[in-house]
């Protein structure tokens, strides 16, 4: 039997995706960032030097999506990459003191969003939501269908 779009839970996750992403894109954008360049800089401040393919997966995008938003990024001034001292294969990007300003514009904006966001719930509600989301990631990347 036909599942209505309404019963799918993937449309309801999709939604709110939408939902965050909007909100988050309103509250970096006066900060001149968008929310792929954020994230980007909220990990290069939290783990300056990080390979690209490793800031790639920490931020959920492509190595070549992430090729573009450094490549953006550099040409704003907002990230400087440099080769590793030891390993000349290896670039090493670290925000600019101009990049770090503007993650810390965005980041106050953001953090109000994700605030509003909790603020929805109780504190209980919060781990269960955080516990069935991952819930849903894990039956979704555990899928034998996927492995095929």
């Known amino acids: 039997m036909r599942m209505s779009f309404d ?4 449309s309801h996750l999709k939604r709110v995706e939408l939902d965050l992403t909007t909100a988050k894109a309103a509250a970096v954008k006066p900060a001149g960032l968008t929310v792929p360049q954020y994230a980007a800089l909220f990990v290069l401040d939290e783990q300056p030097g990080i390979s690209a393919a490793e800031l790639a997966r920490r931020c959920l995008v492509t190595p070549q999506t992430m090729t573009t938003i450094l490549r953006n990024l550099e040409s704003a001034e907002l990230v400087e990459r440099t080769p590793h001292p030891l390993h000349r294969h290896v670039i090493e990007t670290r925000p600019t003191p101009a990049g770090r300003k503007a993650l810390e514009e965005a980041d106050k904006r953001a953090t109000e969003v994700e605030r509003r966001l909790a603020a929805a719930f109780t504190t209980e509600e ?4 955080r516990a069935l989301l991952a819930r849903c990631s894990e039956s979704l990347t555990t899928d034998p269908i996927l492995k095929s």
């Open 7 to 10: 019963e799918r839970l993937g």
């Open 126 to 129: 919060l781990d269960t939501l």
